[in-house]
């Protein structure tokens, strides 16, 4: 069973920075792609940043695309997310996961909120 905290979140203007963490326990954390995503009330859930397994390879979506860096420590079991130039829509509350999204690993996710 994994079990998921995020953290890092928190009240910043548009342009500043945020680094989300993601702390995993659980021994599928090594062995399977990770990703953040983000929940806004009324809308679908949107896949922000993907890493694979290793941590050599990432993809992003659009919006975060030059902007955001995501990264993985499987020794110590945590994801990150560094997030730079921030924008107003880029509110919400963030969550971490397996990609693909799995409910059982759902944690209580991160609130990011920008203002402009």
């Known amino acids: 069973q994994v079990q998921l905290v995020e953290s890092g979140g928190g009240s910043v203007q548009s342009g500043g920075s945020l680094r989300l963490s993601c702390s995993a326990t659980g021994r599928l954390f090594s062995i399977t792609a990770m990703a953040w995503y983000r929940q806004i009330a009324g809308k679908e859930r949107e896949l922000v940043a993907s890493i694979s397994r290793g941590g050599t390879s990432a993809r992003y979506g659009d919006s975060a695309k030059g902007r955001f860096i995501i990264s993985r420590d499987n020794v110590k079991n945590t994801i990150s997310l560094q997030m730079n130039e921030l924008k107003p829509e880029d509110s919400g509350i963030y969550y971490c996961?397996?990609?693909?999204?799995?409910?059982?690993?759902r944690g209580r996710g991160t609130q990011v909120t920008v203002s402009s």
């Open positions: 996961n397996s990609d693909p999204w799995r409910f059982a690993y």
